[in-house]
């Protein structure tokens, strides 16, 4: 008995030399029809309802040569320190003369100089001769420079900003700077949050390990760098338990001010400290021993520790009712802040200009720099404050703060509370720098415009370089 076999269903049967079907010519002429008609269909809704002229127009710019050129080169150069726009073009080929020439014409529409990191784009014809060049200086504007046969013509635009809004969170494991830097914070926002919660918060003294902050603000970048920060929204520290808020709010000038969340005001009549130190050497006491006289007597202010010639700063608004050289404490600054409160500034190596007996100051304004002058063994601040006749601790007073948000503010100032704090605690809730949105549209100024003569002696070499 003969054993049957299943049919192999994919066996294909073998085609005849030179034979193609009928099919295959039938399927080719429809894939044919179907192209015809697609196209047909496709040009009769792109020239439906447009004018005759408006087409001919379009078939005429056609023909046009594109406004770069292809065989046009381009090349880019980063300047390096120590170059000069000179230099750099006489490597392109460009004798001293032009580029003398060129450099002026581009100094009239603003360029202060070349720094190094900026960015020289030459363009260069088919027959290797530049035409014109483009300079991005210090990421805020571009220069372009472009060669006609007699003329030269500069403009300079800026670079347009964008704004992005942006949260950062984390906890100090060294130190706020160094940890907020960690996480994607630059030096700029690090030292606004520190200028906000200066009247709280003495961040060279009171940090500790596990502190935790959140940060609502603006990033500015221009050509994707990032080139500083804008206003903080709002802002949140926690120091050894105890949080300490900022919120944004601005006033009808348009200045910014912040409060907590209370709405009362986080700028106070005197800043925690008047300089920024690494640590104080002598704390106020009625009964010191002094490192130099070896006699006990009162220490009535605190002495801040810091390298010399660190800044010191006014506490708060008053006028100078001394600065001079004054005995033991060297030279020294008085200032008389209101109608009750004093404060001392001694041991200054020198005292800041036009610092002198009745100038105004504001808070935070320069009064002169750390020394060692007058009975001191080493650098250091001596700060100390009076309230009427008598001498106060300043670290231990609670100075009064400035007004809080306003009656008429107070719905405002609610609504961006919700808002900002909403967004900033519970956007993210891991630690690290999040991007909430982009905020804004670029900022473009309009382009500033100069036009030259080219030279046309023959160049000789002999013209300064710029």
Known sequence: MQKKTAPNLFKIKKRQEGFFPAPFFISLFGILSLCLIFLYCKNSRLTSGVPAQAISTVEALSTLEPIVPSYKKLFTHIVKPGETFAGILGRFGVSQKHSFDYYQTLKSVGLPALFPGDSLVLIKDECDKVQGCSLLSKLQHWYHLQLCDTTVKAHKTSVPITKHLCVLKGHIERSLYEDMRRLGGGDGLVFKLMDIFAWDINFF????????FEVLFEKKYREGTVVG???????????????????????????THYYNKEGKSLQKEFLKAPLKFRRISSKFSYRRKHPILGIYRPHLGIDYAAPRGTPVYSAADGYVTFAGYKSGYGYQVRVKHGASYQTWYGHLAKIGKGIKKGTALSQGQYLGTVGATGLATGPHLDYRMKIGSRFVNPLTISPPAKKGVSDKDLERFAIQKSIVLATMENRFTKEGCFLVEVIGSPLKEEAVVA????????????TPSS
């Not at 920060?229 to 200045?255: T, V």
């Not at 030259?452 to 002696?457: D, I, W």
């Open 229 to 255: 920060y804008g206003q903080i929204f709002a802002a949140k520290y926690m120091n050894a338990g105890r949080e300490y808020y900022a919120i944004a709010l601005q006033d009808s000038l348009g200045h």
């Open 205 to 212: 003294m009171d940090p500790r390990k596990g502190d935790q």
């Open 451 to 462: 036009t030259g003569a080219l030279p046309q002696e023959k160049d000789h070499g002999d």
